[in-house]
């Protein structure tokens, strides 16, 4: 198997809904497959050295001019590209430090009561739903609506326009993918442009009238200084913020779930002892994590850690192959719950290491003992569905039924996952 050959597999519908087989045929190959045009790095320890090198980018505005002509005018391209997302030092540096001020230890320790309060509302509104044996989808009515709700919060979203986002964020987060159709970026395009018209509007109520959320401060850095932050830049961050704040974390509790349901020894486990839900989000994000590859391509000639590759080298870094490198793991393809320091690389490693990741590390640490607590009957009712999506990993629905529950308050006896 080469390099093009892997992700031809990877890219069909059968590698995208499981793309484990393939990375495991790739591994006969050695850690570092190198080939005319990419390569693909599977390996964890190779894997983490590219991703703290900074003599491996990401593709902004300058190197995407040479390798993808005409991307400029299509709104959802723009609206990934001039973030921190999409742009190296200095300039990744300079917005980046704009916005960890909401996502410090402190601050995202702060928000463990909505957190928990949230997913209460949200269990309280299943178990309700499916009282009657009706079947439920998990998707909608609890691994979308949290994150999206906790990120909203954050960025000073009003409840009312919550359930609008996920539309948007489905169409534009299609050009994440490595390959993506006209058709696709079509729709992609319809979204982006109304989510940016939606933050513009957004935007100019903050300049109005300033609040406590994060919109309301990066408003303030450009309106005083937009040499820190441009308003392009403003408006991108802004869309990749919302995005990228739920996108990740829906997959995480969705893949989660059904890897618990699947074990339930281990969900059990769970359900007596909260305290077990830090190692169980690590193992799980391993296991199956919810962003499965990321793009790097090389800024000088770089000859190590088995590549040797001029400048201007395409690099598809596989995190979930390199989540299940059996060099680092025993047994990669068993889930363990007490595997002990997993480290996984789902949110990345070095400079561009998800500003989110203790955010969504703390929503799933709470969802998921409240879950096994509060719904001890919760069970699959068919298996659910994937979506066609190889970069971000995760269900489109998740049907189930609730069983018999436990009406107690959320907080009640350590429920928050404390």
């Known amino acids: 198997m080469d390099a093009a050959e892997a992700m031809t597999a990877l890219l069909s519908p059968p590698g995208r809904v499981d793309p484990y087989p393939t990375y495991a045929r790739l591994r006969a190959h050695g850690p570092v497959l190198q080939g005319p045009e990419f390569s693909l790095v599977n390996g964890y320890a190779e894997a983490d050295a590219i991703l703290r090198d900074n003599r491996f980018g990401v593709l902004d505005d ?35 430090r704009l916005a960890a001020g909401a996502f410090t230890p402190r601050r995202i320790a702060e928000l463990r009561a909505v957190i928990t309060a949230q997913a209460g509302e949200l269990i309280d509104a299943m178990a309700a739903k499916g009282r009657d044996g009706a079947v439920v989808d998990v998707m909608a009515e609890f691994a979308y609506p949290l994150p999206v709700g906790v990120i909203c919060t954050l960025l000073g979203v009003p409840a009312a326009d919550w359930p609008l986002f ?27 442009t109304e989510l940016r018209a939606y933050l513009t509007e957004l935007i100019e109520a903050r300049r109005r009238a300033p609040a406590d959320d994060l919109t309301s401060a990066l408003v303030r850095v450009h309106d005083a200084d937009g040499d820190r932050l441009t308003g392009d830049e403003l408006l991108a961050n802004l869309v990749v913020l919302l995005v990228a704040g739920f996108e990740t ?63 201007g080298s395409w690099v598809l870094v596989l995190l979930g192959a390199a989540n299940r490198d059996p060099r680092r793991y025993p047994e990669p393809d068993r889930f363990d719950a007490w595997r002990a320091h997993p480290q996984p690389l789902s949110f990345g490693a070095g400079a561009h290491f998800c500003l989110g990741a203790g955010l969504a590390r703390l929503e799933a640490q709470v ?30 629905t998740l049907p189930a039924t609730v069983g018999g529950s436990d009406t107690l308050p959320a907080t009640v006896g350590g429920s928050d996952g404390r």
Do not use: C, K
Request: net charge positive; glycine share 6%.
């Open 62 to 96: 300058v190197l995407r001019d040479q390798v993808l002509p005409g991307w400029r005018g299509s709104p959802a391209m723009e609206s990934i590209s001039r973030s921190m997302l999409r742009t190296n030092p200095p300039d990744h540096s300079r917005m980046r």
């Open 166 to 192: 996920r539309r948007w964020s489905a169409d534009l987060t299609v050009v994440l993918e490595p390959e993506i159709t006209a058709a696709e970026l079509a729709v992609a395009d319809r979204g982006a």
């Open 249 to 311: 974390t829906t997959n995480l509790l969705g893949n989660g779930l059904v890897v618990l349901l699947d074990h339930p020894r281990e969900a059990e486990a769970l359900r007596t002892r909260p305290d077990l839900a830090p190692q169980y989000v690590e193992e799980l994000l391993r296991y199956d994590s919810p962003v499965q590859l990321t793009t790097r391509i090389t800024t000088t000639a770089v000859r190590s850690g088995g590549l040797d590759l001029p400048a």
């Open 367 to 396: 969802a998921f003992p409240l879950l096994v607590r509060r719904l001890p009957g919760l069970e699959l009712a068919a298996r659910p569905r994937r979506r066609p999506r190889l970069t971000l990993r995760g269900y489109d």
